[in-house]
């Protein structure tokens, strides 16, 4: 062998181990009908449909395989369909390594950094965290939802852009209520990443939140005195405090759900209970009843009548004032859950099974009085078994807007035993309307007009509950 050819057969076999190890690190390419044999995620074949990411042999896409710094660059690049022009990195541990170019670009738009030592150290893996930081700073992301981590207090490092990736739906966590921070990344999650922010409609559906906008403002109240209000990570007491505000301190509300709203300032964002708030809703907002859940029950009804009276029975008007109730709350936007609707007896015991199953955000019961016929005026019970603080607010709201709108005897705000206020395990309240066996007030509660007030005067009560 002459040294021209040595030298071609040595040059070819430089060439080839070349390309293999780039094929090795950059993958294979595959086309819109290869099928990967190792993932059944649509979302990672469409990326690679669209030359987003490549495989890693024959059919294989390694979704296991942890993510290095130097594919991360490479697949950035592709994602946000920038060309990468030969270039050289600012690192010492780049130069000729097959993925030089598409980390001088990255590193030139700020979307990824080096270290102290003047390295980038491509073929290291790639955290969680790390990964975060990486796609906040190349993608603009919008907040959809809230998130906690167990893992990610805000005093960590990394929260902001793992709090704006998980906010937009682009990351979860893990069942364990931790979002593996420092955990390295693989090429599946990694890619399920990129499938989300490319193509939104593989973003998981959750019920939104708007975390920049505000649906009210609020006061902190009711704190003792020395004391501070905890801010928790979601509606519950099952994780340690995030934050802490003091009595009177301006909060934004964002988002109510049952007895806990979602709160911001410039310190702190998460769920206090609405005990301690004085909420403010925009003129014209209906308190913002909207996607609230609030169970009516019209007492007594079927076999059951009630008070008889003056050509009245108690059954009848109950229903009427509760149907025309269902109606002014559907139409602010309210989820309305009705213990009957028609002429039907439901046992007391069935009425607070409804309601301790259905946990509605608060439940009142509609009934009307008898005694004897020099009686009059109306009344307002609650119980103090269960949230004894809202009950009793929600009770005095009631009691307030009726007299407003009916101009009737004031009988007070009481607390009773009665059956189905005691044992619903939601915010309660039941009200008595007037007297059936004193002829004026039967005479009045004969009317449509002075139902459709009584419906009004209890829709305007609850919406002063929620302010």
């Given at each position: 062998?002459?040294?021209?050819?040595?030298?071609?057969?040595?040059?070819?076999?430089?060439?080839?181990?070349?390309?293999?190890?780039?094929?090795?690190?950059?993958?294979?390419?595959?086309?819109?009908?290869?099928?990967?044999?190792?993932?059944?995620?649509?979302?990672?074949?469409?990326?690679?449909?669209?030359?987003?990411?490549?495989?890693?042999?024959?059919?294989?896409?390694?979704?296991?395989?942890?993510?290095?710094?130097?594919?991360?660059?490479?697949?950035?690049?592709?994602?946000?369909?920038?060309?990468?022009?030969?270039?050289?990195?600012?690192?010492?541990?780049?130069?000729?390594?097959?993925?030089?170019?598409?980390?001088?670009?990255?590193?030139?738009?700020?979307?990824?950094?080096?270290?102290?030592?003047?390295?980038?150290?491509?073929?290291?893996?790639?955290?969680?965290?790390?990964?975060?930081?990486?796609?906040?700073?190349?993608?603009?992301?919008?907040?959809?939802?809230?998130?906690?981590?167990?893992?990610?207090?805000?005093?960590?490092?990394?929260?902001?852009?793992?709090?704006?990736?998980?906010?937009?739906?682009?990351?979860?966590?893990?069942?364990?209520?931790?979002?593996?921070?420092?955990?390295?990344?693989?090429?599946?999650?990694?890619?399920?990443?990129?499938?989300?922010?490319?193509?939104?409609?593989?973003?998981?559906?959750?019920?939104?939140?708007?975390?920049?906008?505000?649906?009210?403002?609020?006061?902190?109240?009711?704190?003792?005195?020395?004391?501070?209000?905890?801010?928790?990570?979601?509606?519950?007491?099952?994780?340690?405090?995030?934050?802490?505000?003091?009595?009177?301190?301006?909060?934004?509300?964002?988002?109510?759900?049952?007895?806990?709203?979602?709160?911001?300032?410039?310190?702190?964002?998460?769920?206090?209970?609405?005990?301690?708030?004085?909420?403010?809703?925009?003129?014209?907002?209906?308190?913002?009843?909207?996607?609230?859940?609030?169970?009516?029950?019209?007492?007594?009804?079927?076999?059951?009548?009630?008070?008889?009276?003056?050509?009245?029975?108690?059954?009848?008007?109950?229903?009427?004032?509760?149907?025309?109730?269902?109606?002014?709350?559907?139409?602010?936007?309210?989820?309305?859950?009705?213990?009957?609707?028609?002429?039907?007896?439901?046992?007391?015991?069935?009425?607070?099974?409804?309601?301790?199953?259905?946990?509605?955000?608060?439940?009142?019961?509609?009934h009307a009085n008898a005694a004897?016929?020099?009686?009059?005026?109306?009344?307002?019970?609650?119980?103090?078994?269960?949230?004894?603080?809202?009950?009793?607010?929600?009770?005095?709201?009631?009691?307030?807007?009726?007299?407003?709108?009916?101009?009737?005897?004031?009988?007070?705000?009481?607390?009773?035993?009665?059956?189905?206020?005691?044992?619903?395990?939601?915010?309660?309240?039941?009200?008595?309307?007037?007297?059936?066996?004193?002829?004026?007030?039967?005479?009045?509660?004969?009317?449509?007009?002075?139902?459709?007030?009584?419906?009004d005067s209890l829709y305007k009560?609850?919406?002063?509950?929620?302010?």
């Open positions: 062998m002459g040294r021209e050819a040595f030298m071609m057969k040595k040059w070819l076999v430089s060439l080839l181990a070349a390309a293999l190890l780039v094929s090795l690190f950059a993958g294979t390419s595959v086309s819109a009908q290869t099928q990967f044999n190792d993932t059944n995620h649509t979302e990672i074949q469409r990326l690679a449909d669209d030359g987003v990411v490549r495989g890693i042999g024959s059919n294989m896409f390694g979704p296991k395989q942890d993510v290095t710094r130097a594919e991360v660059a490479v697949i950035m690049g592709r994602a946000l369909d920038i060309s990468v022009p030969k270039a050289s990195a600012p690192f010492s541990d780049t130069r000729g390594h097959w993925a030089e170019a598409a980390i001088a670009e990255m590193a030139e738009r700020g979307y990824v950094n080096g270290y102290k030592d003047g390295t980038y150290q491509p073929n290291r893996t790639l955290t969680r965290q790390e990964m975060a930081a990486i796609l906040t700073r190349a993608f603009n992301y919008q907040s959809e939802r809230s998130a906690f981590f167990t893992d990610v207090p805000p005093t960590h490092y990394y929260y902001g852009n793992i709090q704006q990736l998980a906010q937009s739906g682009i990351a979860n966590g893990y069942p364990d209520g931790t979002f593996g921070a420092d955990q390295t990344i693989n090429r599946e999650e990694f890619a399920l990443m990129i499938a989300r922010t490319l193509y939104p409609e593989y973003r998981p559906e959750v019920d939104s939140v708007d975390l920049d906008g505000e649906m009210a403002t609020a006061k902190v109240v009711n704190v003792p005195s020395g004391d501070t209000l905890n801010v928790r990570p979601d509606g519950s007491t099952d994780h340690s405090p995030i934050g802490t505000l003091k009595q009177g301190e301006n909060v934004k509300v964002h988002d109510i759900s049952g007895n806990w709203a979602m709160i911001s300032n410039s310190g702190v964002r998460g769920y206090v209970n609405t005990y301690y708030l004085d909420i403010t809703y925009p003129q014209g907002s209906g308190g913002s009843l909207s996607g609230r859940t609030i169970m009516i029950d019209a007492g007594h009804g079927g076999s059951d009548p009630g008070a008889v009276a003056n050509g009245l029975r108690e059954k009848d008007i109950n229903l009427d004032v509760s149907l025309r109730l269902e109606r002014k709350l559907k139409d602010a936007g309210a989820n309305v859950l009705m213990t009957r609707r028609s002429d039907v007896f439901p046992s007391l015991r069935d009425r607070v099974n409804m309601a301790n199953n259905a946990m509605p955000d608060i439940f009142i019961s509609v004897t016929p020099a009686a009059k005026g109306i009344e307002t019970f609650y119980d103090t078994r269960y949230w004894a603080g809202d009950s009793k607010k929600l009770a005095d709201d009631l009691q307030s807007s009726m007299l407003r709108e009916l101009g009737s005897t004031n009988r007070g705000v009481k607390t009773a035993g009665f059956y189905v206020i005691k044992n619903t395990k939601v915010p309660s309240a039941l009200v008595e309307l007037g007297f059936l066996t004193n002829s004026q007030e039967a005479a009045r509660m004969r009317t449509s007009s002075f139902r459709e007030s009584a419906a009560g609850i919406v002063s509950y929620y302010r």
